[in-house]
């Protein structure tokens, strides 16, 4: 089955640098790399998705990147900003098998004013 | 706008005590989950509906069951709760009945202890 692996597990930057969160998944069948921000007290809010006919996707300050043949995908944010604090999830999805889905264990952002 | 929502947003029960966790979605989407999340882990689907009146089997349904009250309700019962049931519980919702787990619509959350 399919195996998600986020790294890192925390990650600290200063206000204006750039934060890049990678990840990587097993199953050559997955097709659909979706990224969710979860801040405190809430439920996980998609941010950006990407499918594996497209090799790159952005959204003003955050964009994804995805290699198929390398198997991993990341998420990079530029202009840090302190609102971006939250716990960052990726997703790997395989669409022939709807009862699984395979998120990563998160990733911890920190923005120091 | 409510999106989805959950209820209760906490709850503490005994071990064997049975409960149901409510959701709702106010979206017209077709497809709806409960997922658990444990402390540095990812999300793991428990059940999911793809329509109304279908439920499928997630991850980790053992313990659980659900019924697709109608197309806007999805609810979660734990007919004899376990310690390893303590988790929070996100219900969540997605349009399309075809492709499964994109774009995902996320309640709040119910925070659960089981004692």
């Known amino acids: 089955g399919e195996n998600v692996e986020q790294h890192p597990s925390t990650l600290s930057v200063q206000e204006g640098d750039s934060a890049v969160i990678k990840c990587t998944y097993s199953?050559?069948?997955?097709?659909?790399f979706p990224w969710y921000k979860q801040e405190l007290g809430k439920g996980p809010q998609l941010i950006i998705d990407i499918r594996s006919n497209v090799g790159e996707k952005k959204d003003q300050r955050i964009a994804v990147t995805l290699n198929k043949t390398a198997k991993h995908f990341s998420l990079h944010i530029t202009e840090t900003q302190p609102e971006d604090s939250a716990v960052y999830f990726c997703?790997?999805?395989?669409?022939?098998?709807?009862?699984?889905?395979?998120f990563g264990d998160g990733t911890t952002l920190t923005v120091k004013p | 706008n409510a999106g989805v929502t959950q209820t209760p947003k906490f709850q503490v029960l005994k071990t064997g005590q049975s409960m149901t966790l409510q959701c709702a979605q106010d979206m017209n989407h077709n497809s709806m989950y409960w997922y658990r999340q444990d402390p540095g882990m990812g999300l793991r689907l428990i059940y999911y509906s793809a329509s109304e009146g279908t439920t499928d089997k997630g991850e980790v349904p053992n313990g659980y069951n659900v019924s697709r009250l109608n197309k806007r309700e999805f609810s979660l019962r734990l007919e004899s709760a376990a310690p390893s049931q303590t988790s929070v519980y996100f219900c969540?919702?997605?349009?399309?009945?075809?492709?499964?787990?994109?774009?995902?619509?996320f309640g709040s959350g119910t925070q659960l202890s089981v004692l």
């Open positions: 969540a919702s997605s349009e399309s009945r075809q492709a499964i787990n994109e774009k995902l619509f």
């Open positions: 199953d050559s069948a997955s097709n659909y």
């Open positions: 997703a790997a999805f395989d669409p022939t098998n709807a009862g699984k889905s395979t």
